[in-house]
């Protein structure tokens, strides 16, 4: 009786790379803690302070050290050999499977994370299906694959699919094959970025974005907040500004970021559907969408939060590039890969569901925009052709992006042509609070020189001279501001606008009236003692009645 030869024993050991996927991670986390110090360095008036710094640095410090502790670059990862497969790894209390064990072998995404996952033979006291708790399925453990290069990936795969072949040819049973989508998906992304090795217009767009927003932080603007007196003067989208004729500022505002967190949100939603997008569709239809998709956000924005408020960002054009990319998807599922499919469907769904459910809940997030740019971006992606099929992609491409930039043009111009009339001025409202801050200022700076004047640190003819050099060209530049504002039908302020207005005027006249100095040194007189008691006189009556509207349009508010 001949006996089947057993196979020679062997071993084959995987270790951690320092080019992983995951060890990249620790790299990214650094970077951005860089970056945001730097950003905080530059733009903090006194310094970053002790709590500025350490928090974002053990914050990464804990990334750092779960990153590394998952990593071990270098060391042993997984170690295959003539008996079966181990890995610390491993999810569960097992950490060995011998070959007779595995039914199946099948490489996948969970999550977005590279797994190696294996299914076991049925045996009796081994559940298929997943603890409540831990997650964990014991007949299907899962290996991450995050801490090799895909070349090590590749070696592991060739290697378990050599000993399931080998073995099944000595057990003279069929072998069972390895199923890796990652292969797929590796192809797939090959092939995609055949399409556009550079998708040189998503990096310009950010490279953009971030330009303005550095610009407007030396321009003044906070990481935290920015005006909107600032806003505005920058290029914001207001329906009031726009119904005077200014709409350029349909586009300008997209480019325009509130704070730090607002940018970096939306160039991460950029970078992470863009480039998938600019390759399926082509630098030119990729721009058709993203510009189409943000002049269509910012227009329908007009009938709601640009109707109180300046509205600014670049959410609209990026829900529209989310919303191409679902469109694509959803288009081409049965020729994407497993992986790819699912995982460009789930996380573009989750990240424009829970950013709607935010906008929702908080009055200070644009929604519209929101809303506008993702319908126009999927429109925009159901009538633009992708370029899987290059030949019938060059014979729809003139008439698609034609019609499509029609398509785009019209829906905004009719979306801000029937805005609603502007429920507030915007820029009488800032030039109502410019004027009020600088008459405050300019009061304050006055009380401040006459308590200077008592403690003998000025005289009186110094605060006689600064009276017309200093106090009057500010309370001029209060005064043009406060005939420039404007209020709401109704808004209790009116009242207080009109005698601020005069209570302006007459501390500007006093302000700017010439003085007589007597010879004996005494105080310096008005050059007009007359019509200096009258001021007087009138500013009494008029700031007392300023004291009552501003309690009463406080308690209105």
């Known amino acids: 009786m001949t006996t089947q030869p057993t196979l020679p024993a062997w071993e084959e050991q995987f270790l951690g790379s320092s080019n992983s996927s995951m060890a990249k991670a620790r790299l990214w986390v650094w970077f951005g803690v860089g970056i945001g110090l730097l950003v905080a360095a530059a733009t903090s008036k006194s310094g970053i302070g002790w709590v500025g710094v350490l928090v974002p640095v053990v914050f990464a410090l804990a990334v750092d050290w779960l990153l590394r502790s998952r990593v071990r670059a270098g060391k042993v990862y997984a170690t295959v050999d003539s008996a079966g497969i181990e890995a610390p790894a491993f999810q569960g209390k097992t950490k060995r499977y011998r ?11 969970v999550q977005g994370h590279p797994m190696l996952q294996l299914v076991l033979h049925p045996t009796p006291g081994r559940p298929d299906k997943k603890g409540f708790w831990t997650g964990s399925n014991p007949a299907r453990p899962l290996l991450p694959l995050g801490v090799l290069n895909d070349a090590t990936q590749a070696r592991l795969v060739d290697r378990i699919q050599q000993t399931l072949i080998m073995r099944g040819a000595e057990d003279g049973v069929p072998a069972t094959v390895v199923q890796d989508h990652l292969a797929d998906e590796r192809a797939f992304q090959q092939r995609l970025k055949a399409m556009a090795p550079v998708p040189w217009l998503t990096y310009l767009l950010l490279g953009a974005n971030l330009a303005v927003w550095l610009w407007t932080l030396r321009q003044g603007a906070g990481v935290q907040g920015v005006a909107p007196e600032l806003l505005l003067a920058w290029g914001g989208n207001a329906a009031s500004e726009v119904q005077r004729g200014e709409w ?25 559907a863009g480039v998938t997008v600019e390759r399926i569709y082509g630098h030119r239809l990729f721009a058709l969408i993203y510009a189409g998709s943000g002049l269509v956000g910012a227009a329908l924005s007009l009938h709601f939060a640009a109707q109180k408020s300046v509205s600014v960002g670049a959410s609209g054009a990026v829900f529209g590039v989310l919303g191409a990319l679902l469109v694509a998807m959803l288009e081409n599922g049965k020729h994407l890969p497993k992986t790819i499919g699912k995982q460009a469907l789930g996380s573009s769904a989750f990240f424009i569901l829970y950013s709607l459910a935010q906008g929702f809940s908080r009055p200070d997030i644009d929604n519209a925009a929101h809303v506008g740019g993702l319908l126009a971006g999927m429109v925009l992606a159901w009538v633009l052709p992708e370029r899987f099929d290059m030949e019938a992609f060059a014979r729809k491409f003139a008439s698609r992006a034609a019609f499509a930039v029609s398509l785009a043009g019209m829906a905004a111009v009719s979306l801000a042509w029937t805005a609603p009339v502007a429920a507030l001025d915007m820029r009488g409202v800032i030039s109502f609070q410019d004027g009020m801050r600088q008459l405050q200022e300019a009061v304050s700076l006055i ?21 017309r050099a200093v106090y009057a060209p500010m309370l001029r530049q209060a005064g043009i501001a406060l005939e420039r504002a404007s209020l709401p039908k109704g808004d209790p302020r009116q009242p207080l606008l009109v005698d601020m207005r005069r ?11 010439e003085s007589v100095f007597p010879a004996d040194g005494s105080k310096p007189q008005p050059i007009d003692p007359v019509r200096s008691a009258e001021i007087e006189r009138e500013l009494k009556e008029v700031d007392q009645r300023v004291r009552q509207l501003a309690s009463v349009a406080k308690n209105a508010r």
């Not at 064990?101 to 995404?109: G, H, M, N």
């Not at 209570?503 to 009236?513: D, G, I, S, Y």
Request: aromatic share 6%; with cysteine; hydrophobic share 45%.
């Open 99 to 109: 070959w007779p064990e595995i039914a199946q072998v099948v490489l996948t995404r």
């Open 248 to 272: 350029w500022r349909l586009a300008t505002s997209v480019f325009l970021h509130c704070s730090l967190m607002h940018v970096a949100l939306n160039m991460l939603g950029l970078y992470s």
């Open 447 to 467: 009380q401040q020189d006459v308590k200077d004047v008592e403690s003998g640190k000025r005289t009186e003819r110094e605060v006689d001279e600064r009276s």
């Open 503 to 513: 209570l302006t005027a007459l501390m500007l006249e006093a302000a700017a009236m």
